[in-house]
Nanobody, 117 residues
Framework: QVQLVESGGGLVQPGGSLRLSCAAS????????MGWYRQAPGKQRELVAA???????LYADSVKDRFTISRDNAKNTVDLKMNSLKPEDTAVYYC???????????WGQGTQVTVSS
């Protein structure tokens, strides 16, 4: 079992920045990848960014060059730095962890990000 606790989020004006943080606990040695998803009202949950244990990263096209994901394996955390935020980035953001051995997905409780003037 893995527990994920998110922090950060909130209200920001267009063009602003926010940082989301997620701390993992539990069976953390079994985690193969961590990342962030988001879900806007009326839309499906979508991948925002992910980072694997080999430090490879993956970004959604819509956030490339604006968002940066970073993992600290010593602290068991994954952060998402979001710059140049747009109203369309408004969503609930979820921290995610994946275990390849058991093919299990774990989710945080979600944190709201609202981009509005």
């Amino acid at each position: 079992q893995v527990q994920l606790v998110e922090s950060g989020g909130g209200l920001v004006q267009p063009g602003g920045s926010l940082r989301l943080s997620c701390a993992a606990s539990g069976s953390i040695l079994s985690i193969n990848a961590m990342g962030w998803y988001r879900q806007a009202p009326g839309k499906q949950r979508e991948l925002v960014a992910a980072a694997a244990n080999d430090n490879s990263t993956l970004y959604a096209d819509s956030v490339k060059d604006r968002f940066t994901i970073s993992r600290d394996n010593a602290k068991n955390t994954v952060d998402l730095k979001m710059n140049s935020l747009k109203p369309e980035d408004t969503a609930v953001y979820y921290c995610h962890a994946f275990m390849a051995l058991t093919k299990e997905d774990y989710w945080g409780q979600g944190t709201q990000v609202t981009v509005s003037s």
